[in-house]
């Protein structure tokens, strides 16, 4: 097995200085504006929305999330949807407040999280009847583990969602994959974060023996969602920088270089794929 990195120390941060520039579920991944006036607020909502039309839930389902962040997804599909919901997350601080959030919306009883790594922990197999990975798969040093895993989990005509940042094709990773930018979101704001080309994770469904079902572009999307987070920061710069001077600064500096690169360098697409047999 490929080593796992012990990283993103981002993650780690203290969560309020999340709660200043996402929206108020806290969702660390692309939006859907489906209408000029959306706000971040309710085209994140749109792309709970999306994720659960795209993965076929009608309510009750038993569902994973592989990297849940601070529990957007789970306490989504939990409270809207009766969901039973497991997430994953190897970042400590963020199961607090997941837990706290699942009391308050009285669904403790249906989303549970586990601290530790996908590749590492033991779960059920065919356990599951669907599986998410929201902008978490960036972090994981081996698709194919990751993808072998997911369909060993998923029940048999259960669904997987991956949405993903990609390089746009091979030749641009390989021009871009060890400029400054990639190496500071990589090293300094991550620990371990490897951008790869969308052909690179279809062959890691194909090989898995996954069918694949839909690939959405959803770059457009991810760039004005990036640029709501950048305005956030920027009116919360003082508060930030309470927990630690320049925080606000070099965020924004991150923000930026995610989204100079859209459509040149980089796209986002949501990538759906179903374990046929
Ligand atoms: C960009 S955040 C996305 C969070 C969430 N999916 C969302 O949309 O808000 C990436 C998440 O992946 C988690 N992560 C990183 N490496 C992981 C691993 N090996 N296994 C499971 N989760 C991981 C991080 O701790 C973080 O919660």
Same mark, same amino acid.
């Given at each position: 097995? @490929? ?7 981002? /993650? ?100 549970? @999280? ?29 698709? &194919? ?10 029940r048999r005509g259960g669904t997987l969602y991956v949405s993903e940042s990609c390089f746009r094709n091979t030749a641009t990773r390989t021009a871009f ?10 090293? &300094? ?27 959405? &572009? ?9 640029? &709501? ?34 459509? /040149?360098?980089?796209?986002? /697409? ?8």
């Open positions: 097995m @490929t080593a796992v990195a012990d990283t993103n120390q981002h /993650y780690d941060l203290d969560p309020d200085i999340f709660g200043q520039f996402l929206d108020p579920l806290r969702k660390y991944s692309a939006a859907r504006y489906d209408a000029e006036h959306d706000t971040l607020e309710s085209a994140q909502r749109n792309k709970l929305r999306f994720v659960a039309d795209r993965l076929g839930l009608r309510g009750g389902e038993r569902l994973l999330d592989v990297g849940c962040g601070w529990g957007s997804l789970i306490l989504y599909m939990a409270s809207e949807l009766g969901c039973r919901t497991t997430g994953i997350s190897p970042a400590p601080r963020q199961h607090g407040y997941i837990a706290e959030q699942a009391a308050a919306r009285g669904v403790a009883e249906l989303v549970e @999280t586990k601290v530790g790594h996908f590749e590492r922990l033991d779960l059920p197999a065919r356990g599951f009847d669907a599986v998410t990975l929201l902008g978490s798969i960036v972090h994981m040093p081996d698709p &194919d583990e990751v993808f072998r895993r997911a369909k060993t989990v998923l994959d060890d400029r400054d930018g990639t190496g500071f979101v990589r090293e &300094d704001i991550f620990g371990f974060g490897e951008l790869r080309p969308l052909s690179e994770l279809i062959a890691a469904a194909e090989n898995a023996g996954f069918s694949i079902t839909s690939v959405d &572009d959803l770059t457009d999307d991810y760039r004005r969602t990036i640029a &709501d987070w950048i305005a956030n920061v920027d009116a919360a710069a003082a508060r930030i920088d309470a927990h630690g001077p320049g925080l606000a600064a070099k965020l924004r500096h991150y923000l930026e270089i995610a989204n100079a690169g859209w459509g /040149y360098t980089t796209k986002h /697409y949501a990538l759906v794929c179903r374990n046929a047999r």
